[in-house]
């Protein structure tokens, strides 16, 4: 069975500081990767996916997220943290059958950000 | 891309009583799914909605609890019935649709649903 998981259930940064949210999955064939945000009273919006091709892909609000087979991650990472960044994150992972149905979703890291 | 409304936003229930939830998309689309997202925890699918056929429920939920339809290509309900506090959660309707080249799922703000 697929599964997704999140270490961090919540981290705290400085505005203007690095981000990194670990996500490690399990899955026994080619993955589909994602990563949401949920803000507060919101929905999810998706952030970032991989399907296929290079492994480091680019997501909306400057974040970025690296496939790494090997070890079985999709990291998701920011430069520069913005105060408007504070929300829940999630890692979800798919079938690999060029649909998005199905998704299993990690726990969540909750992002507080100071200023 | 796929813009969700979600009707009630938030509702404050009485346990035994039952809520209809109403998940509009702003174009036609063939699968939708609702989720389940209790307190402090990620989420769970509770059943896949294909128009013309019945839902397809994920283990641990059942179609006497969680009935659901999907009368058409732009519109689902889900009812939460005969309900307890444990079925206090945010429910999410998505859908599948195409975007970028590849589907992806997009949800809706969801509804936040308290069990008293």
């Known amino acids: 069975a697929q599964s997704v998981t999140q270490p961090d259930i919540h981290i705290t940064v400085s505005e203007g500081a690095s981000l990194e949210l670990r996500c490690n999955y399990s899955?026994?064939?080619?993955?589909?990767l994602f990563w949401y945000v949920q803000s507060p009273g919101q929905g999810l919006q998706l952030l970032l996916k991989?399907?296929?091709?290079?492994?480091l892909v680019q997501g909306i609000k400057g974040f970025e997220a690296e496939f790494k087979r090997s070890q079985s991650s999709f990291n998701l990472r920011k430069p520069s943290v913005h105060w408007s960044d504070a929300a829940e994150y999630f890692c979800a992972v798919g079938p690999f059958t060029g649909t998005a149905s199905k998704l299993t979703f990690g726990t969540g890291t909750r992002l507080q950000v100071t200023l | 891309s796929a813009v969700i409304s979600q009707k009630p936003s938030r509702d404050i229930c009485q346990r035994g009583t039952s809520l209809t939830i109403q998940c509009q998309v702003d174009?036609?689309?063939?699968?939708m799914f609702w989720y389940r997202q209790q307190p402090g925890q990620s989420l769970t699918l509770i059943a896949t909605a294909n128009q013309g056929s019945e839902a397809t429920y994920e283990s641990g939920f059942v179609i006497d609890k969680f009935p659901i339809s999907r009368p058409n290509l732009t519109f689902s309900t889900l009812t939460v019935s005969n309900m307890s506090p444990e079925d206090s959660s945010i429910y999410l309707c998505?859908?599948?649709?195409?975007?970028?080249?590849?589907?992806?799922?997009?949800f809706g703000p969801g509804t936040r649903l308290t069990v008293l």
């Open positions: 899955y026994g064939a080619t993955p589909y």
């Open positions: 991989y399907f296929s091709g290079d492994t």
């Open positions: 174009s036609q689309v063939t699968m």
């Open positions: 998505s859908v599948e649709a195409q975007a970028r080249g590849y589907n992806e799922q997009f």
